[in-house]
Nanobody, 127 residues
Framework: QVQLVESGGGLVQAGDSLRLSCAAS????????MGWFRQAQGKEREFVAA????????DYADSVKGRFTISRDNAKHTVYLRMNSLKPEDTAVYYC????????????????????WGQGTQVTVSS
């Protein structure tokens, strides 16, 4: 069982930066691909970024490439999402998720692979 707790959301202006954090419980953090997803009001949940269990690969949605950076600290059981040059369209609830990757060393971009989810943190970008 893995519990995920996000933090770092807030209200910012367009062009500002934020760093989201996701702290995971449990002793097997290094066995999980970690991802960030977001859901804007009235829209479906969408993939944002993912990082492999051993931090060897990452993937990003086209809409955030070059602006967002995902990273992880396996010793601290924490995954981060650095968000630069924020836009109003980035406004959403951001969710951290964990996908068990026993034999797979890559990243998952589809939410169906993720076993555990955090409660979400709101990011609001004003214009």
């Amino acid at each position: 069982q893995v519990q995920l707790v996000e933090s770092g959301g807030g209200l910012v202006q367009a062009g500002d930066s934020l760093r989201l954090s996701c702290a995971a419980s449990g002793r097997t953090f290094g066995s999980y691909c970690m991802g960030w997803f977001r859901q804007a009001q009235g829209k479906e949940r969408e993939f944002v970024a993912a990082i492999s269990k051993m931090d060897t690969s990452t993937d990003y949605a086209d809409s955030v490439k070059g602006r967002f950076t995902i990273s992880r600290d396996n010793a601290k059981h924490t995954v981060y999402l650095r968000m630069n040059s924020l836009k109003p369209e980035d406004t959403a609830v951001y969710y951290c998720a964990a996908a068990l990757s026993t034999r797979y060393s890559g990243v998952y971009t589809n939410a169906v692979w993720y076993n555990y989810w955090g409660q979400g943190t709101q990011v609001t970008v004003s214009s």
